[in-house]
């Protein structure tokens, strides 16, 4: 077994936001003094995934809502746009990179889904070209970056699940 660590690059950086790491921080930074917090942290959000051009202050009103002091794991959950699935899909790799610093992704609890059989296995190619999670890598990171060395993240991309899978799928997560 390899020891080599595997990384997604933030292939949409330079194009749906921009891949400048101290830009792209004073923009969300922007966007985040923009946004209110609610009395209570959250427990889950919704957010936008499209360019930041479109939803970068939207985005902002949910990522405001998470309290890095008490967050541990972050399960992103993203749509295919890409590729057909009638199950989730877990990523090949260890590691996402953002323009202000790398994610890791919890091989412990990866490990624990792979072996419900319920998921398939994104190829690397596959996991670049799709937008839907990588465009709260960033986010992400800006609202953990206060405890940035402890927190991973849980990607799963979904795909078109039928409503008895999306009952499963439920229960699972």
Known sequence: MSNRVVCREASHAGSWYTASGPQLNAQLEGWLSQ????KRPARAIIAPHAGYTYCGSCAAHAYKQVDPSITRRIFILGPSHHVPLSRCALSS?????TPLYDLRIDQKIYGELWKTGMFERMSLQTDEDEHSIEMHLPYTAKAMESHKDEFTIIPVLVGALSESKEQEFGKLF
């Open 35 to 38: 946004a209110q917090s609610t």
């Open 93 to 97: 790799v260890d590691i996402y990179r």
